[in-house]
């Protein structure tokens, strides 16, 4: 059974720091594509970065730059280190999986997962 679990959430002041975690479970993180999608308060969720199994990664323009998205093979899970944070980016942060190896070419889509955390999180105060 494929497991995922997010931690590493929490409360920081604008321009601070957070690495977030997926542990998985029944899944080898660099198996096929995954991503971080986050959801705030009334708004719809969205794509914020991809890898896949090949390492090559991708980007929302909002967060680039200051999001990084790796695999840590060793302890198998995925994680997103976040510095530079901002007020919008304030959201409830879940890892997801995906069955194919190469992401999707509209990698923001966030119908193209296939398992999902249940989420961490983060809220940046200004």
């Known amino acids: 059974q494929v497991r995922l679990k997010e931690s590493g959430g929490g409360s920081v002041q604008a321009g601070g720091s957070l690495r977030l975690s997926c542990l998985l479970t029944?899944?080898?993180?660099?198996?096929?594509?995954m991503g971080w999608i986050r959801q705030a308060p009334g708004k719809e969720r969205e794509g914020l970065a991809a890898?896949?199994?090949?390492?090559?990664?991708k980007y929302r323009d909002s967060v680039k730059g200051r999001f990084t998205i790796s695999h840590d093979n060793a302890k198998n899970v995925l994680q997103l280190q976040m510095i530079s944070l901002k007020s919008e980016d304030t959201a409830t942060y879940y890892c997801?999986?995906?069955?194919?190896?190469?992401?999707?070419?509209?990698?923001?889509?966030?119908?193209?997962?296939?398992?999902w955390g249940q989420g961490t999180q983060v809220t940046v105060s200004s």
């Open positions: 997801a999986a995906e069955e194919r190896r190469l992401c999707s070419r509209d990698w923001t889509d966030t119908g193209n997962y296939d398992y």
């Open positions: 029944g899944y080898r993180v660099s198996r096929n594509c």
């Open positions: 890898i896949d199994s090949d390492g090559r990664t």
